[in-house]
């Protein structure tokens, strides 16, 4: 099961840095694009905006989801290391529980309700469904999920997946 869960989140963490790394390089060319329609050929591009704010929400998701899958989101530890390490590890625990079940609540549950709703609203230039914009939503809500039952087993048990990956 381990080196199940190593693969696993290897192949998440790779697909997730990929995904971000091409929406940053469109977003880029995009941003680049509308410059030259706009200054060069003094007929901007207007789709492109539209565009580049959806990439960026669904940036936004991904590197939630990637930071989540390394465990380099932002993080406070003044209170916790203020606490002996056996009061630490129960902490730990306890902010992974809340957190996947914050996740769950807000991002998977409250975001399917958002795309549902959504599903007739279009945007003004693309005339695209915002649907597909806020379905990143759910779907990083969902790895998110996962990543945080793998971090709460991590933390249980005491294997660092990610130590274990180097070696």
Partial sequence: MKQNLIKLQKAINYILARIAALLLIAMTFLVMYQVVTRYVLNNPADFTEEIVRYLLIW???????????TREHIALFFFRDK???AIQHF??????????ATVFAIMVVGGIKLVYSARM?????????????????PVSGVLICFLQIVHIWEDVTGIDLAKEKEA
């Fill in 121 to 137: 609203e279009f945007s003004p230039i693309l005339h695209i469904s915002r649907s597909l914009v806020y379905s990143m939503g």
């Fill in 91 to 100: 902490l730990i625990v306890g902010m992974d529980v809340l957190i996947l």
């Fill in 83 to 85: 606490f002996p390490p």
């Fill in 59 to 69: 940036l936004g998701f991904v590197g939630a989801a990637y930071a989540f899958s």
